[in-house]
T-cell receptor
Framework: GAVVSQHPSWVICKSGTSVKIECRSL??????MFWYRQFPKQSLMLMAT?????????EQGVEKDKFLINHASLTLSTLTVTSAHPEDSSFYIC????????????FGNGTRLTVT | AQSVTQLDSQVPVFEEAPVELRCNYS??????LFWYVQYPNQGLQLLLK??????LVKGINGFEAEFNKSQTSFHLRKPSVHISDTAEYFC???????????????FGRGTSLIVHP
């Protein structure tokens, strides 16, 4: 149980284009979803927290207009990297949690984004 | 504010040997503690969690961890490792939120467990 599906698993795009990453909780309702960015050999950097039906809460230093997060339903959140640049190349991971804050996070398998 | 320290960035060990991955946290209140494992190019998978009750927690793949409140530690152990345990391990802590807030877990920098044949 508690499966989170993240698509695509990898994507290559040209500089200036936008890329959308989907995160779905397949067998539970995710009241909260988290988006992380991970650099090679480093820990996870929290980008934003989103609750269904409300605006995402972004961490300090994360550009809201560049990393658009939508949490339209209890099972789907999307991250859109707008006007991507090579420095946006990274591993992006989503995670979802159901109603209790003591619940562990369930992670997607991540998306490797390469901007050329 | 909570913080998590994983002092060992890399732990090499031979197959079938025991291993301990250290995790210390700083928080002035009660916490929830988690260990996750990440295999290359994948997301994180929950190994085990401590919410309350018994301080010795058993998880998947033969791992266990012990919560020590006085030492603010939550070290991960396995009595005999396999080659397949080679991965990155992350400790995470969530402490009780401020009024109206949400638990947002903080992750340690990770420990790379390398199991040699």
């Amino acid at each position: 149980g508690a499966v989170v599906s993240q698509h695509p698993s990898w994507v290559i795009c040209k500089s200036g284009t936008s890329v959308k990453i989907e995160c779905r909780s397949l067998d539970f309702q995710a009241t909260t979803m988290f988006w992380y960015r991970q650099f090679p050999k480093q820990s996870l950097m929290l980008m934003a927290t989103s609750n269904e039906g409300s605006k995402a809460t972004y961490e300090q230093g994360v550009e809201k207009d560049k990393f658009l997060i939508n949490h339209a339903s209890l099972t789907l959140s999307t991250l859109t990297v707008t006007s991507a640049h090579p420095e946006d190349s990274s591993f992006y991971i989503c995670s979802a949690r159901w109603d209790r804050d003591s619940s562990p996070l369930h992670f997607g398998n991540g998306t490797r984004l390469t901007v050329t | 504010a909570q913080s998590v320290t994983q002092l060992d960035s890399q732990v090499p060990v031979f197959e079938e040997a025991p291993v301990e991955l250290r995790c210390n946290y700083s928080s002035s209140v009660s916490v929830y503690l988690f260990w996750y494992v990440q295999y290359p190019n994948q997301g994180l998978q929950l190994l085990l969690k401590y919410l309350s009750g018994s301080t010795l927690v058993k998880g998947i793949n033969g791992f266990e961890a012990e919560f020590n409140k006085s030492q603010t530690s939550f070290h991960l152990r396995k009595p005999s490792v396999h080659i397949s345990d080679t991965a990155e391990y992350f400790c995470a802590v969530s402490d009780h939120p401020r009024a109206g807030g949400s638990y947002i877990p903080t992750f340690g920098r990770g420990t790379s467990l390398i199991v040699h044949p």
